[in-house]
């Protein structure tokens, strides 16, 4: 795949300066702050009268900030009673839309920290929103939520601020006065810190994904992901003989890997794939969409044993009406260039037998499967006894009227569903009156797997079809990225560089596409999850098409209509789930009859 011309690198250089690892912690600037208020919740109704805050940077306060806010509400008595902030002391205190500003301008450059920082925080934004003030994007810390991931029971009872300060000796007691409750956490946070410092945790973005689980041998390898670019790509986990252990993606590469080390990716067997990990390649990618396929593409070559998903593409299963003198269904694992008509790609063997079955039910085509002359004279079968089989293999049926039913069948899988939708709802309900529930839910299952798969093969189709399509989206940063997709894989990407001629651009880019050559089946170039992942992107907001070659159209009366009612079944299922656990089933039985 090319990943087109002129790799615009240059967005990336800005984030190239940080630390190698980050932002080293003593050169960070906390504001610890926090609040007293009337209420537990700023949506419900509830005030701030008190915001306390310290700031600090390598360990020096840089300052404090203090003030009763007036909440123009009466403070309950039991608030009172705890904080001992009163009425009287609030009365001629500034209200919030003065206090507000103060504390922001205060903290403005710093990043946020509080104890149990959703609640604290989360005033202070429902508040700069109330008042109309754009919110600073802050990064925040949240020192309880680190605490229980640092603070062992031998340390401490509980995660409480009272319970964390007398842990790391804080000459500071908390007495829910805002104030003194911020200089307290500023003791916790430096006790934490001087703690993690000895697990090799130096940088704010260590400590804030910090995770105990997380063990120092893994630690000892971060510095696998230095080379590692700021930007979209790919990276691979390989062992000391090269072979590829783990395959992923990420808007990130340098954060995304560097995360495998210091904290958040505590998955077991992650750990295990890092413990035997001795180094890290990365490929940057013009654009997210690239990094995706080719992730997808890495995983299907390299097969890496830590790689649950996407391993094994070849085992798929397609339902094929063949071609010849009398026509019938069949379970295949590859496509030939045979003019026959196929469904799928089915990634379960079950769920292609699904699907077969509906096909069969409404349709009397033949099932056995060895080749009929175009004149047969054998004895009928057992289906065909039963009226299930137009039976050519006795003269039953002629050769016009078997041609017909085939023509109808073929409509089904490739146009319009409604054939079998109808055929297998009327079964349904005609089961369901009878209280034969569950052959009932065994035809709304074959029927879902039928819906399914032929809208998923019309989607891979339309765009399977066109041997070129050439979109464009506006990204966050302004410019516009660029796919080429021949054949409903993606050939080329590549994102404008500021300032240069796009018509251009997308011309060089065209000329420098893999190439890629038509073949049989939906999914004739690349694999069904690439292809929906192209799928995905070109169906977007903000797509805009540059250049379509051939027709890329989905059938109006097509499968995909019928889907929203299976997909709300399904949901509806899966809720019994949940419902059944809590009160104690194991089971949802049917009403006896």
């Not at 399904?570 to 789930?577: A, I, M, P, T």
Request: hydrophobic share 40%; aromatic share 6%.
């Amino acid at each position: 795949m090319s990943s087109g011309v002129q790799r615009a690198t240059s967005r990336w250089e800005s984030q190239r300066s940080f630390d190698e690892l980050g932002r080293p912690l003593r050169d960070i600037t906390f504001c610890v702050v926090d609040l007293e208020t009337t209420g537990g919740s700023a949506e419900g109704g509830a005030m701030i009268t008190e915001i306390g805050a310290v700031k600090v940077r390598g360990g020096e306060v840089l300052g404090e900030f203090q003030t009763l806010v007036n909440p123009r509400t009466e403070i309950p008595a039991f608030i009172a009673v705890l904080t001992g902030i009163t009425n009287t002391m609030v009365s001629d205190a500034p209200p919030i839309e003065s206090a507000l500003p103060a504390f922001l301008e205060f903290a403005v450059g710093t990043v946020l920290v509080a104890h149990n920082a959703p609640f604290d925080v989360g005033f202070l934004k429902h508040f700069a929103e109330q008042q109309g003030r754009p919110w600073p994007r802050f990064e925040v810390l949240d020192t309880a939520r680190l605490a229980r991931r640092v603070v062992t029971r031998d340390d401490a009872p509980n995660c409480k601020l009272s319970s964390l300060a007398k842990a790391f000796g804080s000459p500071v007691t908390p007495n829910h006065r805002a104030l003194e409750d911020a200089r307290a956490t500023v003791h916790v946070l430096h006790g934490m810190m001087e703690r993690l410092g000895g697990l090799g945790v130096h940088t704010l973005e260590e400590l804030q994904t910090f995770s105990s689980r997380v063990t120092a041998a893994q630690r000892r390898k971060r510095h696998l992901a230095e080379g590692l670019p700021h930007a979209p790509g790919v990276y691979l986990f390989r062992d000391e003989r090269a072979r590829v252990l783990y395959v992923g993606t990420s808007r990130d590469l340098r954060t995304r890997v560097r995360s495998y080390f210091t904290a958040s990716e505590t998955r077991s067997r992650m750990g295990e794939m890092v413990n035997i990990a001795s180094r890290v390649d990365g490929i940057e990618c013009a654009t997210a969409l690239e990094a995706e396929v080719r992730e997808l593409r890495l995983i299907a070559e390299h097969k890496p044993r830590y790689n649950r998903r996407s391993r094994f593409p070849e085992k798929v299963h397609f339902i094929k009406l063949t071609r010849e003198p009398w026509p019938r269904l069949s379970l295949v694992r590859r496509v030939l260039d045979d003019d026959a008509d196929y469904l799928g790609p089915f990634a379960s063997k079950k769920t292609a037998e699904k699907c077969l079955a509906a096909l069969h039910d409404t349709f009397p085509v033949r099932q056995c499967s060895d080749r009929l002359p175009r004149d047969p004279s054998r004895a009928p079968c057992v289906l065909a006894e039963m009226g299930r089989c137009l039976s050519p293999c006795d003269g039953s049926v002629d050769d016009t009227t078997y041609a017909a039913v085939v023509r109808q069948l073929r409509d089904s899988l490739l146009r319009r569903p409604d054939e079998v939708v109808d055929a297998i709802n009327h079964r349904m309900a005609a089961l369901a009156a009878d209280e034969r529930f569950e052959e009932a839910g065994i035809h709304r299952d074959r029927l879902s797997a039928f819906v399914r798969a032929a809208a998923r093969t019309q989607r891979l189709t339309a765009l399977t079809r066109c041997p070129e399509v050439v979109a464009a989206r506006r990204e966050d940063d302004g410019r516009w990225a660029v796919h080429v997709v021949r054949y409903g894989r993606l050939a080329a990407a590549g994102v404008i560089p500021a300032g240069a001629d796009a018509p251009s651009y997308v011309t060089t880019l065209r000329l420098s596409a893999e190439t890629v050559s038509p073949a049989p089946g939906p999914t004739p170039a690349a694999t069904a999850e690439e292809t929906e992942k192209v799928l995905r992107w070109l169906e977007s907001p903000g797509i805009r098409l540059v250049d379509v070659d051939g027709e890329w159209t989905c059938p109006v009366a097509g499968a995909t209509r019928h889907l929203a009612v299976h997909d709300a079944v399904n949901q509806s299922r899966l809720s019994l789930v949940p419902f059944a656990e809590r009160r104690g089933l194991t089971t949802v039985h049917q009403p006896a009859r």
